[in-house]
């Protein structure tokens, strides 16, 4: 792993490691794909109005959330193909955030099975779920990971229907991966990475398997045609229901919308994930930071609020939770990381966002996280004030 000074080092790595139709899997949105990158400069165009001559020779990154210390403001989210950027991609990052302090959201379409997480991610294990056609399967997911004893499940709300992805079309990407001769081409393209890790699975056995589907569905990455999708009937009466469910922290992820912030806080869910998918499931959706304020002001006394989308820099965490969101997640920066060095990739990833937190602090003028409020942003630079 070459060194690596800040989040676009590491991309820039995992794009000259990875095949080109895995990277851009990771990369890229839907449609005109144009919106992850509005996430991005949404963010940069905010500005901050700094408080100088304060003693800010120590400070805390530390926060608390849901009634336990964090040791950063962090959340690792949940990204279903780490196990194809590195071998063992997903053990890899949760170890990365366990010696971070950081949970880890295992996502359903995850091949590493929610019991080996458990035993890694020891910061604390969060479980991403979509609601299925057949809710019976569903709940089979809600009962395993609440036997397991997962902090949060995370129940992901903007994807009724697979997004149209037209560019892993013209790489002959898909989940699953069906062999074709273009996905052929960007994997040899990619020696490296196929001696790294395609041919560590095939001689181990073979490719990953969807560890977290039941049985009657699961398979490995390349098949079976049997899968379940996601289902366009998913309503209120459903997070009612998984509220009944399940016993721990529910959080909907993928709220954009003022009005079903207010919907959540009435059907008593925990938190909500302000996200539009990093950009990857509909691109005419705003960016994240653009309604962040709207939701808080609605919401923010009453719900654990989450910021999703966009984070590239340590900056980014300050002026998300300036606005007054109370923790905020990555994944696209733990990828990068994983995909550039494995384990030791994704720790440098948390580690470079926490010195970048750390030094921002200093910059704006405090010394814990609990003292940013609005009042260290240009509030004609922030949208919503």
Not at 254 to 265: M, P
Not at 284 to 300: M, R, T, Y
Request: proline residues 4%; positive net charge; contains cysteine.
């Amino acid at each position: 792993m070459k060194p690596a000074y800040n989040i676009w080092d590491l991309r820039e790595q995992a794009r000259r490691r990875l095949p080109k139709a895995i990277f851009e899997f990771i990369e890229r949105g839907s449609e005109d794909d144009v919106l992850i990158g509005r996430n991005v400069e949404a963010l940069r165009r905010i500005r901050f109005s700094p408080r100088t001559l304060r003693d800010v020779s120590s400070r805390d990154i530390g926060i608390e959330l849901f009634g336990r210390k964090r040791a950063t403001p962090l959340i690792i989210g949940p990204t279903g193909t780490a196990d194809l950027l590195c071998h063992r991609g997903e053990s890899a990052i949760a170890s990365a955030a366990a010696g971070a302090g950081v949970p880890f959201t295992l996502a359903t379409s995850s091949t590493t099975s929610m019991e080996d997480i458990a035993r890694i991610a020891t910061a604390g294990m969060w479980m991403q779920m979509y609601l299925w056609e057949r809710r019976d399967l569903s709940w089979q997911v809600v009962e395993r990971a609440a036997a397991l004893g997962a902090e949060a499940l995370v129940l992901t709300v903007d994807t009724p229907m697979w997004p149209n992805r037209e560019f892993n079309k013209h790489n002959g990407m898909a989940n699953p991966i069906r062999p074709n001769l273009r996905l052929a081409r960007s994997f040899l393209a990619r020696p490296g990475w196929m001696m790294r890790v395609l041919a560590r699975y095939m001689l181990a056995g073979g490719l990953p398997r969807f560890a977290n589907y039941p049985a009657e569905i699961g398979g490995t990455v390349s098949g079976p045609v049997n899968r379940v999708t996601n289902s366009a009937s998913v309503c209120w009466d459903d997070v009612a229901e998984l509220k009944r469910r399940w016993p721990n922290r529910l959080l909907l992820k993928g709220i954009l919308n003022r009005e079903d912030a207010l919907l959540a806080a009435e059907h008593g869910v925990d938190g909500i994930i302000v996200s539009n998918h990093g950009g990857r499931t509909f691109d005419a959706s705003p960016a994240s930071i653009e309604v962040l304020a709207e939701i808080v002001d609605a919401v923010g006394q009453d719900l654990t609020v989450i910021f999703d989308s966009g984070v590239r820099r340590g900056s980014d965490v300050l002026k998300a939770m300036a606005i007054g969101a109370h923790a905020v997640i990555v994944g696209r920066a733990t990828l990068y990381g994983a995909a550039a060095g494995g384990a030791a990739g994704a720790a440098r990833a948390l580690e470079i966002l926490a010195e970048e937190i750390s030094t921002s602090m200093a910059m704006v003028g405090v010394t814990s996280l609990a003292q940013l409020d609005r009042s260290y942003l240009r509030a004609d630079t922030v949208p919503g004030l």
